[in-house]
């Protein structure tokens, strides 16, 4: 059974930086994608941004775009998502979802099979 596990949440405030991480216990290339989503209370579940793991593809929500960074280190089976100039409204939780064959980019939170725990994002004065 494959693991995801979060790390790198926390407060900061508007205009800072956080980099969250995704460890794919065990299995990274394996995978056909790695994405971040997250989800408001009350709103629906939004994609984030996407990599393909075998050739490093990258896929990103407009509200992300610029602002957004996602990588990864297939010797470390991690994927990292770093978020420069932060706003209040990125505050909420993340999660990190596994696609284990797919083709192409999609943010469609049906196709993963595999979510991590989720990790919370405050930015906030």
């Known amino acids: 059974q494959l693991q995801l596990v979060e790390s790198g949440g926390g407060l900061v405030q508007p205009g800072g930086s956080l980099r969250l991480s995704c460890a794919a216990v065990g299995r990274l290339l394996d995978l056909y994608a790695i994405a971040w989503f997250r989800q408001a209370p009350g709103r629906e579940l939004e994609g984030v941004s996407q990599?393909?793991?075998?050739?490093?593809?990258?896929y990103y929500t407009e509200p992300v775009k610029g602002r957004f960074t996602i990588s990864r280190d297939n010797a470390k089976y991690t994927v990292y998502l770093q978020m420069n100039s932060l706003k209040p409204e990125d505050t909420t939780i993340y999660y990190c979802?596994?696609?284990?064959?797919?083709?192409?980019?999609?943010?469609?939170?049906?196709?993963?099979?595999?979510w991590g725990q989720g990790i919370r994002v405050t930015v906030s004065s």
């Open positions: 990599i393909i793991t075998i050739d490093g593809s990258v």
């Open positions: 979802a596994a696609r284990e064959t797919g083709r192409g980019p999609s943010l469609d939170g049906s196709l993963y099979t595999n």
